[in-house]
């Protein structure tokens, strides 16, 4: 799998946008970039994946850049309850590949009021 | 919303002391995978389960470790003579698919004296 560049921490204003940077430049044509965030050292808890299109749902935004090197996370309206650690991974989405994640630091994004 | 669950949420033993994780995947998913977190550090991979057998496991699991699914909705991870080491919180996952995304329980925290 590809490996990722995260900032380490981070902090943003309750109610602004949240935009989480991820740099993956080896990632390969078919690698996903997927997100996972982790509140407090609960389990950690999928939010989004891509592949090169933009993709939207009801927790975040994911940004692919188009050479596919980097991507972003927004969380439109950051709450309180957004306060985490946010993991980039790259991993490849075929049965061969199996289903394992390898996480790195991550970033902490503290929400403040 | 349907979740994994995990029991203890808590565990205090003794070194040497075998000890068993217990893990209720969703109901639907087929896929299973135990991951754990030492203080301060990252999530790491232990192993993947699926049809009564491991998928993939990493280094960190060796002997000491088990996993089984001994009657088909409990899914639980062994270690048979814990060590020191083996504190940390162990977080049970599962997914519907191979390549589905991975969700993860609450965490059962193992402390080892």
């Known amino acids: 799998d590809a490996k990722t560049t995260q900032p380490p921490s981070m902090d943003c204003a309750e109610g602004r946008a949240a935009n989480l940077p991820c740099n993956h430049s080896t990632i390969s044509g078919n690698e996903y970039v997927y997100w996972y965030r982790q509140i407090h050292s609960q389990g950690p808890q999928y939010i989004i994946h891509g592949l090169k299109n933009n993709e939207t749902n009801e927790m975040a935004s994911l940004i692919i850049t188009e050479d596919r090197k980097s991507s972003t996370l927004i969380l439109p309206h950051a709450t309180l309850r957004d306060t985490a650690v946010y993991y980039c991974i790259v991993r490849l989405r075929i049965k061969a590949a199996g289903n394992k994640l390898t996480f790195g630091g991550g970033t902490r994004v503290l929400v403040k009021p | 919303e349907p979740e994994v669950t995990q029991t203890p949420s808590h565990q205090v033993t003794q070194m040497g002391q075998e000890v068993i994780l217990r893990c209720v995947p969703i109901s639907n998913h087929l896929y299973f995978y135990w991951y754990r977190q030492i203080l301060g550090q990252k999530v790491e991979f232990l192993v993947s389960f699926y049809n009564n057998e491991i998928s993939e496991k990493s280094e960190i699991f060796d002997d000491q470790f088990s996993v089984e699914r001994p009657d088909g909705s409990n899914f639980t991870l062994k270690i048979r003579s814990t060590k020191l080491e083996d504190s940390a919180m162990y977080f049970c996952?599962?997914?519907?698919?191979?390549?589905?995304?991975?969700?993860f329980g609450e965490g059962s925290r193992l402390t080892v004296l």
């Open positions: 996952a599962s997914s519907v698919t191979n390549t589905g995304e991975l969700f």
